[in-house]
């Protein structure tokens, strides 16, 4: 049936709402949609231009940078590739927790946005980035949801843990009109017993989501319960799993439960790293929001680039965070690193994974 309020709300009312706050989110989804369809020379190019500005600005108005650089000999003007990047060490969450202050820039772009990254041990990481940073982030978001067929204006449910459940009242209230507004529905997936996950169901059959956005483990408990107990009467819903790692018999149970499902991987440090297209082979990185790199540590300190096939661990660098830069960030997860060959789905942009799990379980993946 034609759906007229999600038309009206992906080409009218959410462009409008998100210019009437100076976001050009729509614009930047169509950049984006266009350059994902580049060579990965002209994805490097582009990535190159970007650091080479994160690099100088960062030297130029944040004390931490300009002792690293100056320190380790690091020229901006010797960085004639995206591989360059391998001569700057490497930022641990601690050094990233001890040196933020050192990081913020003296110059404009100021911080737009600054909260802290929840975790299951050690203390919050504190994030501060500018508005580029920000939009860039919704823009490849919205672009990797819409590799799942996830469109701005369709009914989403959201079954996160300790949704709204620690939000102050009015801030609650003010949260579910933008979410009816939106057609967002969110519902606690930390219960888990059955009752809880019949009355997930209930409000699944009465919102009749067209897609669905999940913990993984939440969402394969959900699916097992539908499963066990011949719960599905729906039409296909694809499944965008995140926040955890989504295993080979989590995945059949859910797309026998839902439809089929979907892997992406970030985290609050950088938002959105990776995400899966139609074919499910590794998970397209956001290339023109950020570097990816696969990386082994040595027993004697050195670091280098993991091969093509083997496990190492993730880090990124923002490359539009200039007033808190974040430069080869360790985010403690593990994955396997692939080699450049293009995805059946005509992408450039380059793969990673499958994710392995966690150096150390410190890091939410992005949640909102």
Not at 169 to 178: P, T, Y
Request: proline share 5%.
């Amino acid at each position: 049936m034609f759906d007229l309020y999600g038309t009206l709300l992906g080409r009218f009312l959410f462009p409008a709402f998100e210019a009437a706050r100076g976001r050009p989110t729509v614009a930047l989804v169509r950049h984006l949609e266009a350059t994902q369809w580049w060579s990965l020379d002209q994805l490097r190019d582009l990535q190159l231009g970007y650091l080479r500005r994160l690099l100088r600005h960062a030297y130029r108005h944040t004390s931490y940078y300009r002792k690293l650089f100056d320190e380790h000999g690091i020229s901006i003007e010797r960085m004639h590739s995206v591989h360059d990047l391998s001569q700057i060490p490497l930022l641990t969450r601690d050094l990233a927790q001890s040196s933020f202050d050192e990081r913020m820039a003296d110059a404009p772009p100021g911080v737009a946005v600054r909260k802290a990254s929840s975790g299951t041990t050690g203390r919050p990481m504190v994030v501060a980035y500018n508005a580029e940073s920000r939009h860039f982030r919704d823009g490849s978001r919205w672009r990797g949801y819409g590799w799942a067929g996830y469109r701005i204006g369709m009914r989403a449910m959201h079954y996160w843990a300790g949704a709204l459940a620690t939000t102050p009242r009015w801030a609650k209230f003010k949260a579910e009109v933008d979410h009816r507004i939106k057609r967002d529905l969110y519902v606690d997936s930390s219960p888990r017993g059955d009752e809880a996950l019949a009355a997930a169901i209930s409000a699944l059959r009465k919102f009749r989501p067209e897609v669905i956005v999940a913990y993984s483990q939440g969402a394969a408990a959900l699916a097992r319960f539908v499963n066990e107990h011949r719960l599905r009467t729906w039409d296909p819903i694809p499944v965008l799993c995140g926040a955890e790692r989504l295993l080979p018999h989590d995945r059949a149970a859910m797309e026998e439960a839902f439809g089929p499902a979907f892997e992406t991987y970030g985290c609050r440090e950088v938002m959105l790293i990776g995400a899966e297209c139609e074919h499910h082979d590794g998970m397209h990185t956001s290339m023109e929001t950020m570097i990816v790199e696969i990386v082994v540590r040595e027993a004697d300190g050195t670091v280098r680039a993991a091969e093509p096939g083997e496990s190492g661990e993730v880090v990124v660098t923002d490359l539009h965070n200039l007033a808190n830069p974040i430069i080869r960030y360790v985010t403690g997860d593990l994955a396997v690193a692939r080699g450049p060959e293009t995805c059946k789905c005509g992408r450039k942009l380059t793969r990673i994974g499958p994710i392995e799990g966690r150096v150390a379980e410190t890091c939410l993946l992005y949640t909102s």
